[in-house]
């Protein structure tokens, strides 16, 4: 049990692998719904049958067992063992007092109003639970496993470990990360990164689990165990979430605990000088009335139940918040810095432009040079490979590291290599030009001359100038932070519509950028980056943000968020879910203080009475949680 932020005990988180349990089999909703019938019969039978006077007593009197039960002992154990003063206690107090003032039905209502509110902050967590849930439904029980003889088996997922060949027929959901060693199909993994679109998969693709496989079969090498993977990663972020609350929702703490033993000494205080000034009977259950009204339980459940919520709704459309505190801070956030590679880019170099000379076609250039390149170990050599559509058979071939390659294609001496390595000849001005872009381009020489160059670049993701025109129109100031080179890192802002560079940064020099624009005025900074060099900057920062499920280890943990998918998409739609959220939890606190201010000097007066203030403060915490709850809502994309 632990113990709610009314100080009444709650429930356990639910376990990863529960199911939700219907309303009518749950104990914590039935005690409510039965202290609540009782008390209605109650109120029947002394309305209309007024000659009858046990049974309503007898009803009110298990009304009011029933209700307090779901908080009383709770209050009392923590008063006894912690000297916790909570708001159960002071619900526990103004019931006990009631029932000693002759007013059981009152102190029924009391106790089946607060217990329906506790039944409702139960429920609340548990829709709010419904994201980590869905994420723990995408995970089947069982695998198909090839063995070395090719003969297949059902494992249990718990079972998996790393090395292991799975077969995925197609309509199956991949049960751990992997890596497809054989077939070709479309994944649907819109489930676990928010992405509608299917992506391809081959030979050499990771693949998260979770994914389905659209058509055709494919074998995969797992890269993780099943009960260790990124869909159980993204579980455990969520329920670290849920068990942590947000700084609003520790000030609503620091405003309750106050508030509950200055509530005493309120009631002590109307009592004791109002009974020395007239009818003591009348004081002290003005005094009981006090309690209750100024008791700031709407306060303490409505905001964690906003966060909650919040927090389970985001992790719906791939976004997973760890903590409270995170979602609050992402709300207010006013600035972003963002890493270029692998955030703002693919982090998959390809060739973007190809230049030759007269009598030399693309094709050829780009087969020499692949032929070449697919001895390399260079990091562009993939990319030049990629882009050729024939290759053809190269001999005696020679690198050298940092310069180049050199080989013979149909006894032709071939040279592929930088432009401080290679002369570019007649091609050097377009070249220079394509440097200026943001490329790095690779000369190829023929015989001894200078047959073409290869411009290769890290090309901005599809949606990268569109997300940075929804930033800035949500009044969000944009650096990007980069430890590629000035020129690079400029041209490839401006096409996404960056003004504010920072290149040639190393991993300190992030942390102290992200530090240095909070410093300047910017307002809070979050931080956007899936490198182990943005591990830094992502701590540093006031929201540090991982970009993608396939982010560094280092920067995942660094972060407060974490994206499932690489959709730069998700930045503008978390932040405006965030701010949502702050919205509400700001509408909760003015409306819970207003309510407490505004029953005080009427319940001191005596304009109202305990019932009517029992009616109003409760129907008043009912509609903060139903407002909290709002946040649960993602909206469309």
């Known amino acids: 049990m632990t113990v709610s932020a009314c100080g009444c005990e709650a429930p356990e988180p639910v376990a990863a692998e529960e199911e939700s349990t219907p309303w009518w089999r749950n104990r914590s909703v039935l005690i409510p719904v039965a202290s609540g019938l009782a008390l209605l019969l109650g109120l029947i039978l002394e309305w209309f049958v007024p000659t009858v006077e046990t049974i309503p007593q007898v009803l009110f009197w298990a009304s009011l067992l029933l209700g307090a039960s779901q908080f009383a002992p709770g209050a009392l154990r923590g008063l006894f063992t912690r000297g916790r003063l909570g708001i159960g206690l002071l619900m526990t107090i103004s019931a006990i007092g009631a029932v000693l003032l002759g007013f059981i039905e009152e102190a029924a209502a009391l106790a089946f109003l607060y217990s329906i509110v506790e039944a409702l902050e139960d429920a609340a967590m548990d829709k709010a639970r419904s994201g980590l849930r869905s994420l723990l439904a995408l995970i089947p029980s069982t695998a198909t496993v090839v063995a070395a003889d090719g003969a297949t088996r059902a494992v249990p997922v718990e079972d998996l470990v790393p090395g292991q060949i799975l077969r995925l027929a197609a309509g199956e959901r991949l049960a751990t990360d992997g890596v497809v060693r054989s077939g070709r199909s479309s994944l649907d993994v819109s489930a676990v990164t928010g992405e509608s679109i299917p992506v391809e998969a081959g030979p050499g693709e990771k693949v998260p689990a979770g994914a389905i496989n659209a058509s055709g079969v494919l074998e995969v090498e797992a890269t993780a165990s099943g009960t260790d993977n990124s869909l159980t990663t993204v579980v455990r972020l969520v329920e670290q979430a849920q068990a942590k609350k947000g700084e609003l929702a520790r000030i609503a703490d620091r405003l309750a605990r106050p508030l509950v033993p200055g509530v005493l000494v309120l009631a002590a205080l109307v009592a004791l000088i109002g009974s020395l000034s007239g009818d003591p009977g009348l004081w002290i259950e003005r005094a009981l009335v006090v309690l209750v009204a100024a008791s700031p339980c709407a306060l303490a459940i409505s905001v964690p139940i906003t966060v909650v919520s919040g927090i389970g709704a985001a992790s719906r459309f791939g976004v997973v918040i760890k903590s409270g505190a995170a979602f609050e801070r992402l709300g207010g956030i006013r600035h972003l810095a963002l890493d270029k590679t692998g955030t703002l880019t693919r982090n998959q170099p390809t060739v973007a432009e190809v230049l030759t000379v007269d009598g030399v076609a693309r094709e050829e250039l780009l087969g020499w040079a692949a032929a070449l390149e697919s001895r390399s170990t260079h990091p562009l050599a993939a990319a030049i490979t990629a882009a050729a559509p024939e290759v053809p058979e190269v001999r005696n071939v020679t690198e050298v590291a940092g310069q180049g390659i050199t080989g013979l294609i149909d006894a032709a001496p071939i040279a592929v290599g930088s432009p401080r390595w290679l002369d570019p000849g ?46 800035l129109a949500r009044g969000l100031g944009v650096t990007m932070l980069t430890g590629d080179n000035a020129r690079t890192a400029r041209a490839l802002a401006a096409a996404a519509g960056i003004t504010d560079v920072r290149a040639e940064l190393r991993p300190e020099d992030k942390a102290r950028a992200v530090t240095e624009l909070g410093d300047a005025g910017h307002g809070p900074v979050a931080m956007i980056g899936d490198g182990i060099n943005d591990a830094p900057a992502l701590a540093s920062a006031d929201i540090g943000i991982a970009m993608g499920a396939k982010g560094s280890d280092a920067a995942i943990e660094s972060a407060d968020v974490a994206f499932t998918g690489d959709d730069l998409r998700l930045i503008p739609r978390a932040i405006e879910h965030a701010r949502r959220g702050r919205r509400i939890i700001n509408q909760n606190i003015v409306l819970s203080l207003a309510i407490i201010v505004i029953l005080l000097p009427l319940a001191i007066t005596g304009l109202l009475g305990l019932a009517a203030v029992v009616l109003v403060h409760e129907v008043a915490e009912v509609f903060v949680i139903l407002n909290g709850l709002r946040a649960a809502r993602t909206g469309r994309r």
């Not at 200026?436 to 015989?447: E, F, N, Q, S």
């Open 426 to 471: 007649p091609l050097a001005v377009p070249a220079a030009e394509l440097e200026l872009r943001g490329m790095t381009v690779v000369v190829v020489h023929r015989d001894e001359r200078p047959v073409g160059a290869i411009g290769v670049r890290d090309e901005l993701r599809p949606e990268t100038s569109e997300v940075i025109s929804s930033l």
